[in-house]
Every structure is written in C-alpha cells, then in structure tokens.
C-alpha cells in the first residue's frame, strides 16, 4: 500500500505525472481539481457554489474541500494505496488530513514561477473526455481537437492571467508552508519538474523506489 501527496506550482505537471503514477501502481488518483471541474462541466449543485471561486483563481472554501475528500477516502477502493493531487493546499486542510491518515512521501515538483506561466499559458483540455495538452510539449494531431475523442480542445477557464497570478500568490502564502510542516516531518521528496514528462516521471519513481516502467526508461 502507497499513500502519496503530490504538490507543486500550478502548471508544475503534478497531474500528468500522477496519472503516470496511477496506471502502472494501481494508485487511485485523487485530484480535487478534477472533482470540482467534473461538478461544474455537469451543472451539480456543488457547481454553483464554487464555479466563480474557480475561475478567480481563489482557493475554495475547506469545509467544501474536507467533505470531498472525506468521502472519496470512505470509498475505501485504493486497495494498493492513492495520490493525492491538489491537497492539502493550506494548513488547515493538512491538519484534517493528518488526523486521520498517515503517508508515505510527499512528491514536491519543483518548477520556478517564470516556466509555470509559460506552461499554463499554453495548456489545453479536452472539453469532452478532459485530457490534457500542451501546445508545446504535447500537441494535438489535429489543431484544438482531441486526439482521442475528437472534443473541442480549450483553456482551463482559471487559465487567464489574473487568476494565475492569483493561484500563484496562494500557493506561496498559503500552500508553501504546508510543505514546509511536511519538510520537517522529513516527508518530502524534492524532485526537479523542467525536464521532460518522462524524465520527471522516471525522477519520481526512483525516488519513491518504484519500478522504473520500459517505455520511461526508454524515453528517458
Ligand atoms: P487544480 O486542478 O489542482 O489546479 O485546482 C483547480 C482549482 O480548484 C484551484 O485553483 C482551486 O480553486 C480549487 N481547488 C483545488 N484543490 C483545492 C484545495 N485543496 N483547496 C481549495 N481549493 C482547491
């Protein structure tokens, strides 16, 4: 069993490398980012009450977040271990969490504010199945659709500068000395994100002494 956090700058790749994580462990990828887009993309109720905190760039309010993570963990299907990616992102919400559960690493990936918003800037999803893009790293086939199901691919819609400027700021205030409670729990594992995805990845797993997978290795 492996339970990880993974934190790190927006536009760090903390996701994709999750998702990397994920498919070849058996993780269960917890992203609250991701719930919270699943909600608006389906006009929930919870949509309602933090689609305007999103696309400011503002972080949403911790009793909203606890109860998410609360009852994703009850689900109790992450049989081999979960990563959690986006969480906790203040104090409180680390308090919450290290109530009632214990981790493995934390995965910092380290990336400077300047590569970030270059990052961001070209960043796409699909509108449809939500995979990700970069129109550097990671293009599409075909302009602006989706390689594999053919959605129309756009910005994240708290991709806009002043709600990166505003995600930024949180993270230093309020995100960055929650690694810091971790350092000194000697939980973290800083790992270098300005290479690759693939030299990322292979960084990560040999950090947290998980096998290094074929196609990493040979991309490596
Ligand atoms: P992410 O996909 O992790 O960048 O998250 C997208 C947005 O969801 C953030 O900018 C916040 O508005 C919100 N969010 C995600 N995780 C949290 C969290 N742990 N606490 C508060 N807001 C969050």
């Not at 609250?32 to 006009?43: L, M, S, Y």
């Not at 970069?134 to 302009?143: D, E, F, K, S, Y």
């Not at 053919?150 to 700021?169: C, H, P, S, T, Y």
Request: with cysteine.
């Amino acid at each position: 069993m492996h339970k990880y956090i993974i934190m790190g700058v927006q536009g760090c790749g903390k996701g994709t490398q999750a998702k990397m994580l994920r498919e070849d462990f058996e993780l269960v990828h917890i992203s609250v980012g991701d719930i919270f887009r699943w909600n608006i993309q389906e006009h929930t109720k919870l949509a309602a009450r933090i689609n305007r905190i999103i696309s400011a760039g503002k972080l949403v309010p911790d009793d909203i977040v606890e109860e998410i993570i609360r009852k994703r963990l009850e689900d109790h299907d992450w049989n081999y271990g979960f990563i959690l990616d986006g969480f906790p992102r203040n104090a409180r919400q680390s308090e919450f969490f290290l109530e009632s559960y214990d981790i493995d690493a934390v995965i910092h990936i380290d990336v400077p504010d300047k590569l970030v918003m270059k990052r961001v800037r070209s960043r796409r999803l699909c509108s449809h199945c939500g995979l990700d893009y970069n129109l550097i790293h990671r293009r599409p086939a075909v302009p602006d659709t989706c390689d594999v199901c053919g959605g129309r691919l756009e910005r994240r819609k708290d991709d806009n500068e002043q709600a990166l400027r505003e995600r930024l700021r949180n993270y230093h205030n309020k995100t960055a000395p929650v690694l810091d409670l971790f350092r000194r729990k000697e939980l973290v594992l800083n790992v270098d994100g300005s290479g690759t995805v693939e030299e990322v990845q292979n960084e990560i797993r040999k950090r947290i002494s998980l096998p290094i997978s074929e196609y990493v290795e040979a991309s490596a």
